[in-house]
């Protein structure tokens, strides 16, 4: 017997994510409520300067009550492509557009209680082409060598998740440039 769902019910539906709630037949053939979180999936990016610094930004995440150094990253809107999505974010946080974004990998955020599907790019060839900021984003861009931002993420002074498997998944591609 597999996972079979019963009866779904919308509970919430917000700016940025709907929450459900599924009842699951189990394999076991026990029922239970599972909340899902629903999101149209979003990019996170792994922004290469021309001297081979990557770019982050700092933000305040209330969810966290911190300051976080993040890659740039934002949720995709209806009809646009994780690439379309890629190159708008980047501007809107860095204020640089990509030359050059190269898809290097995808991952569930949070498969557990979340659909949040993210796609990472690598950007290079940056040139200026700032766009407007969402009005609740107040973001410090912020540029650091590979090899720090490599140790920042071993020593645990970066806990972004999304940032943490961007670098590992663009790690290949980073390899070619200056440390």
């Known amino acids: 017997m597999a ?13 940025a994510f709907t929450i459900r709630r599924d009842e699951v037949r189990l394999p076991d053939g026990r029922t239970t409520n599972l909340d899902i979180v629903e999101h ?3 990019v996170v990016i792994v922004p290469i300067d021309p001297e081979g610094n990557l770019i982050f930004v700092r933000q305040y995440r209330h969810a966290a009550g911190l300051s976080l150094l993040e890659l740039p990253a934002g949720v ?4 646009e492509s994780p690439l379309e999505c890629a190159q708008r974010e980047i501007r809107e946080e860095t ?3 990509a030359g050059k974004l190269e898809r ?12 949040e599907y993210m796609v990472v790019f690598v950007a ?9 900021a969402d009005a609740d984003e107040f973001l410090q861009v912020e540029r650091m ?8 993420a ?3 002074k970066m806990p972004d998740a999304k940032s943490l498997a961007a670098l590992y998944l663009a790690s290949p591609r980073l390899k070619s440039i200056k440390r």
């Open 76 to 79: 995709i809107e209806p009809g």
């Open 95 to 97: 204020g640089y557009a």
């Open 3 to 15: 996972f079979e769902c019963l009866r779904s019910e919308i509970i919430y539906r917000g700016r």
């Open 104 to 115: 290097v990998g995808q991952f569930y955020l949070a498969p557990g209680y979340s659909t």
């Open 154 to 156: 071993a020593s645990g």
């Open 40 to 42: 149209h999936g979003s």
């Open 145 to 152: 060598s590979l090899t720090a931002a490599l140790d920042w």
């Open 124 to 132: 290079e060839d940056l040139h200026s082409a700032p766009l407007n």
